[in-house]
T-cell receptor, first 112, second 110 residues
Framework: GENVEQHPSTLSVQEGDSAVIKCTYS??????FPWYKQELGKGPQLIID?????GEKKDQRIAVTLNKTAKHFSLHITETQPEDSAVYFC???????????FGSGTRLLVRP | DGGITQSPKYLFRKEGQNVTLSCEQN?????MYWYRQDPGQGLRLIYY???????QKGDIAEGYSVSREKKESFPLTVTSAQKNPTAFYLC?????????FGSGTQLSVL
């Protein structure tokens, strides 16, 4: 189907630990996978994205991995900091479609 | 400052009333979107517009209407037909596959 399944729905980690959020999809035509961070009372902001011809992408403390065979992609945050606390959404887009399909979100809490 | 501006930040609707949420962008993007966000849930697409004077229904368009008379503006009207309008509404514009969001409007029913 169209949906993107995102897990876990909540995640609590100690400052300095790593956090991993995973999303799965079923549409083989999906070719673009962005991750958004939403702070309280604000709109989501793109933090990293990956295309289907790439297996991994890093940007400082965040990384995204894509397994096309298994149809899942994950967000990895290393050395977490309290300011990483937010809701994170994965999404996918298929081909030339206008449509971005979002996961249900993961609330990340980083404990100082 | 380039970006997406939504107003107002908070809006209250009375029974039977239509209300309009404003969305303006100065990013020169052709495509614009409206999403609805309910507590603890993901974003659901209400309407989208790929170009001026054109728009299409998203997944939950019932009870909503839009217009796209100018490239910069994509207002959303929540009509009295929308029986459960309380939610956080997000407007976005798109460049390639990337969405740029406004800061949202929280709509509540009095």
């Amino acid at each position: 189907g169209e949906n993107v399944e995102q897990h876990p729905s909540t995640l609590s980690v100690q400052e300095g630990d790593s956090a991993v959020i995973k999303c799965t999809y079923s549409d083989s035509a999906s070719n673009y996978f962005p991750w958004y961070k939403q702070e309280l009372g604000k709109g989501p902001q793109l933090i990293i994205d990956i295309r289907s011809n790439v297996g991994e992408k890093k940007d400082q403390r965040i990384a995204v991995t894509l397994n096309k065979t298994a149809k899942h992609f994950s967000l990895h945050i290393t050395e977490t900091q309290p300011e990483d606390s937010a809701v994170y959404f994965c999404a996918r887009i298929a081909g030339s479609s206008y449509k971005l399909i979002f996961g249900s979100g993961t609330r990340l809490l980083v404990r100082p | 400052d380039g970006g997406i501006t939504q107003s107002p930040k908070y809006l209250f609707r009375k029974e039977g009333q239509n209300v309009t949420l404003s969305c303006e962008q100065n990013l020169n993007h052709d495509a614009m979107y409206w999403y609805r966000q309910d507590p603890g849930q993901g974003l659901r697409l209400i309407y989208y517009s790929q170009i001026v004077n054109d728009f299409q229904k998203g997944d939950i368009a019932e009870g909503y209407s839009v217009s796209r008379e100018k490239k910069e503006s994509f207002p959303l009207t929540v009509t009295s037909a929308q029986k459960n309008p309380t939610a956080f509404y997000l407007c976005a514009s798109r460049e390639g596959g990337k969405l740029f969001f406004g800061s949202g409007t929280q709509l509540s029913v009095l």
